[in-house]
């Protein structure tokens, strides 16, 4: 049986490891101008909460390919 290949993951050019790896000030910058001007002005508990979750869910899941 052969194996699926996946696609890699990538952001404005960045791969996705990279992208777990940095500060949060390096991240922004990738961002268009509007999600810059959100993330200066702060985030509400809401959109934290999502971004959690998030992160967390996308750590699994790469765990869950990469190891298997």
């Known amino acids: ?8 993951f990538s952001f404005r050019g960045v791969d ?3 992208l777990f790896d940095m500060a949060t000030e390096e991240l922004v910058k990738l961002f ?4 810059q ?3 200066q002005r702060g985030l509400k508990r809401k959109l934290m909460a ?7 869910a996308v750590i699994n899941l790469f765990l869950k390919f990469h190891f298997v």
């Open 50 to 56: 999502l971004i959690k979750k998030m992160h967390k």
């Open 16 to 18: 996705l490891d990279a």
């Open 37 to 39: 001007r959100r993330f």
């Open 1 to 8: 049986m052969k194996r699926r290949t996946f696609k890699k």
């Open 32 to 35: 268009h101008a509007l999600a």
